[in-house]
């Protein structure tokens, strides 16, 4: 399971890294994108080294290449590794990361001369958030869900996979403010609720608009929270099989809990470019109980990360 949820990951990783990239101009990043999705599709004639080709003049050079761009520079490597997993494996993986890929693509040509990404609405948010990780709660579901996996299970799988992606994706864009406009040129906080704080989209990292930005942070962190109970709902019933394990996937959970507990706390830090972090040891102290633990406990630790760092608490992590 672990190799097949790599794989999957590295698909969707091409095209984020595409995609997030400041260097390549929006048209040309659909442009790419399209590509890409072509290359995946199991009924088009496009290669994957027709992409590789078309990309091979944006990569950065040889030893200045981040991680994520080694991964794009060895896309044809990451395509023959995952035609060689079992049909099962391809048939589950190849339509979420391509629906991922089409709405990246949308995305990019959306905003294409704004040369970054300006999201409107929460409508429109959720939308972006959807795309970048809600489908890939659906992959993840279609790995997990192979075989004999009885219909109301399932059912209850896919009701919350999708809301699972967005909790991620939602933390992650409310502690990034500042590196997404940045690095990126992106603005995910919604124009509708900077407006409402008296923000204007392109000032939003504005020093002297740091209070009311940070209050559209906050208030993003808290949309994040109306998505925790369907994300532990997902936990408490995936199935745990082929190596899948709850510690893969609460661990994360867990960690967004404790981000969201500093992003309601300090949310101008997501601004100002301190950023929101949780420390090493809250992680080593939710790592270490969290392995070998059961679904029952869940409830109790996030309600205890919710409130303090969870090695401040008293419990078996001591």
């Known amino acids: 399971m672990a190799s097949h949820i790599c794989i999957g990951y590295l698909l969707c990783r091409i095209a984020d890294t595409v995609e997030d990239s400041s260097s390549i101009a929006p048209d040309e990043q659909a442009h790419l994108l399209r590509l890409y999705d072509r290359a995946l599709d199991p009924d088009d004639d496009t290669t994957v080294d027709e992409f590789v080709s078309a990309v091979q003049p944006h990569l950065p050079p040889e030893g200045e290449q981040s991680d994520d761009w080694m991964v794009v520079a060895n896309t044809a490597r990451v395509f023959r590794t995952f035609e060689a997993l079992p049909e099962d494996v391809r048939e589950a993986v190849t339509p979420p990361v391509r629906e991922l890929v089409s709405g990246m693509a949308m995305f990019v040509e959306r905003y294409s001369q704004t040369g970054g990404l300006r999201i409107q609405s929460r409508e429109e948010l959720e939308e972006y958030c959807y795309y970048a990780a809600g489908t890939v709660g659906n992959l993840i579901t279609n790995l997990v869900t192979r075989g004999n996996v009885d219909s109301e299970r399932r ?164």
């Open 155 to 318: 059912s209850r799988l896919y009701d919350t996979a999708e809301e699972f992606g967005l909790l991620l994706q939602l933390v992650n864009i409310a502690k990034d403010v500042h590196d997404d406009y940045t690095a990126e040129n992106n603005v995910y906080l919604p124009a509708d609720w900077l407006d409402d704080a008296g923000v204007p989209q392109e000032e939003v990292v504005a020093p002297e608009h740091n209070d009311r930005a940070a209050s559209v942070v906050k208030r993003t962190a808290d949309h994040a929270k109306s998505f925790l109970d369907d994300a532990q709902t997902y936990l408490e019933t995936v199935p745990l099989r082929e190596g899948n394990t709850l510690a893969a996937w609460a661990i994360p959970f867990l960690l967004a809990v404790g981000t969201l507990r500093e992003l309601v706390a300090n949310p101008e830090h997501a601004v100002t470019g301190e950023g929101i972090k949780i420390s090493r040891q809250e992680v080593f102290a939710v790592v270490s109980e969290m392995n070998g633990a059961s679904a029952e406990s869940l409830a109790e630790m996030r309600e205890i990360i919710s409130r303090q760092p969870f090695h401040r608490a008293t419990t078996n992590a001591d």
